[in-house]
């Protein structure tokens, strides 16, 4: 990595010269807990069962790269879910769920200029499909959480692609989809804040760090320290049409 400059206040760029073009990339991906979104979702449904601190630290520690297997990781923070009712996730997406700062002009702006938007989570699909929705976002990929008579089992579903999106699957599904667009992974952009995304960061063509982990603001083109996600346009400002 090149020596990092501040190209704005609370924004830093290495690796990259600025200003970029909005246009000449063609997919964007984004996580979503902590970076689309103000939660960590499997903390903020841990609070029910009255584990949130216990299920916190494993998060932080996943996040910060201390627990290497990512999937070992969230197998025990669901298990310790098990009994929570799905009303409980109904509120967590109702009273404490927000979009990030900036997320939704980053995202049209985005589709604006010709980008495809991804969503690719270790989070869970009651949330992500309500968000992809809610930002108008083309694709997303997160874990499934089974559900018994109304509660959580302490498990996740296997799905088509495989049993849970990791960092690894964050990336392969990066790359898979631009095989699918016929364009090179060189034209598409990665957001994210933990651990677990630097793979698909490593993968992009641009990688931004949204109020990321240290680990992850080291390795980033674009670090956003301050402000919302669509400080990434002062970096890539929009055409005027």
């Known amino acids: 990595m090149t020596t990092a400059r ?12 600025a200003p970029l ?3 000449d990339f063609r ?3 984004f996580d979503m807990d902590s970076t689309l979104i ?5 903390d903020e449904i841990a609070d029910a069962a009255g584990r949130k601190a216990e299920v916190a630290a494993i998060t932080e520690a996943a996040m910060q790269g201390v627990i290497s297997d990512y999937k070992e990781s969230l197998r025990q923070r669901v298990a310790l879910l098990k009994g929570v ?3 409980h996730l109904e509120q967590v997406y109702t009273q404490r769920l927000r979009f990030n700062p900036g997320a939704q002009q980053l995202v049209t702006a985005a589709k604006a200029a010709g980008l495809a938007t991804l969503l690719v989570s270790g989070g869970f699909t009651f949330f992500s ?17 089974e559900v018994c008579d109304g509660v959580l089992t302490g498990r996740m579903l296997d799905q088509t692609w495989g049993d849970i999106c990791d960092g690894a699957e964050k990336r392969r599904t990066l790359l898979e989809l631009t095989s699918l ?3 090179s992974p060189a034209q598409t952009i990665a957001v994210g804040d933990g651990a677990n995304d630097l ?5 992009a063509g641009l990688s931004v760090a949204y109020h990321a982990k240290p680990a992850v603001r080291a390795h980033a083109n674009v670090a956003i320290n301050e402000g919302g996600l669509d400080r990434l346009l002062e970096l890539m400002p929009p055409e005027k049409v």
């Open 129 to 145: 499909d309500r968000v992809r929705a809610g930002l108008g976002i083309d694709f997303a990929r997160s874990n499934q959480l």
């Open 6 to 17: 501040e190209f704005a206040p609370g924004l830093i760029v290495q690796g990259a010269d």
């Open 85 to 87: 009712p799905m009303s």
């Open 38 to 42: 103000n939660i960590e979702c499997v």
């Open 21 to 23: 073009r909005l246009a």
């Open 199 to 203: 793979p698909m960061m490593g993968a």
């Open 27 to 29: 997919l964007i991906a």
């Open 181 to 183: 667009m016929g364009i």
